[in-house]
């Protein structure tokens, strides 16, 4: 315990999900832990599970505004933000024939123009860190074509690439700032269970142990893997895509 104790983090879309599972990986180290989300009743609960230490701000991230606000309750809170997770996702389905306009802009305001607001809001509270790191959840849909996710393909394009322009800016004006992505394949969430046409209540039991190809793998996966990054373990590792999907994008066609 304590890997990031003292820290500051604020995570969006962590009212279930994987951000739910990163505000307690990082709760659970230590960390001073804000969960924002649009939902507020599932946000305060999952706040409450989570007990001392953690706070919920209900929060729309294509909104300025909004961020504007949780950056400040943060600082009001806890004193600064030194760990930011840019989680918060929607899951549009269409192909580049059916997606309409209003569709694509909905799915980047919030994937694409949110990432880009929270890193914006954030990099001046997160300056005076002694440590600090942005962690983007882009997917492997940025690196393989999923043409039924058109727009949410697009959007975590756009996170890939604006990660690595932070992390230079961030070391180009010496702020002791890192910033990385995150590329999931598949895993046990809602967002997941919506895509596959499965309810809640279907969720799967993801086994322990090495997972054979085309598993879905388990929340903690990625969380275990958000907790490295936003501590100072991963000190030299900026402007990185730190792939996590079992192989997915490495395995050769059939």
């Not at 997160?126 to 999923?146: L, R």
């Amino acid at each position: 315990m304590g890997r990031v104790a003292g820290k500051v983090a604020v995570i969006t879309g962590a009212a279930s999900g994987l951000g739910l599972e990163d505000a307690r990986a990082l709760a659970r180290e230590g960390a001073k832990v804000v969960l924002t989300d649009i939902n507020a009743e599932k946000g305060r609960e999952a706040a409450r599970s989570i007990g001392e230490g953690a706070l919920f701000i209900q929060h729309d991230v294509s909104k300025e505004d909004d961020w504007r606000r949780v950056i400040a309750e943060a600082e009001r809170a806890f004193g600064g933000v030194d760990i930011l997770v840019n989680n918060a996702g929607v899951v549009v389905l269409s192909s580049p024939e059916d997606c309409t306009l209003e569709q694509f802009k909905f799915a980047n305001a919030v994937m694409s123009e949110g990432v880009f607001l929270g890193c914006k809001h954030a990099l001046p509270a997160m300056k005076t860190s002694k440590s600090a790191s942005i962690i983007n959840m882009s997917s492997t849909a940025s690196h393989v074509g999923y043409p039924i996710f058109f727009a949410y393909s697009a959007a975590k394009g756009a996170v890939r690439a604006m990660t690595k322009s932070i992390a230079i800016h961030c070391q180009a004006e010496g702020y002791p700032i890192r910033c990385n992505s995150v590329h999931a394949g598949a895993i046990e969430t809602p967002m997941v269970q919506f895509a596959q046409g499965r309810a809640a209540e279907k969720a799967l039991d993801i086994p322990s142990g090495v997972l054979p190809p085309g598993a879905l793998g388990a929340p903690a996966d990625v969380a275990n893997l958000v907790l490295f990054l936003a501590s100072d373990e991963s000190r030299f590792i900026t402007g990185a895509e730190l792939v996590i999907d079992n192989g997915l994008t490495a395995r050769p066609a059939p």
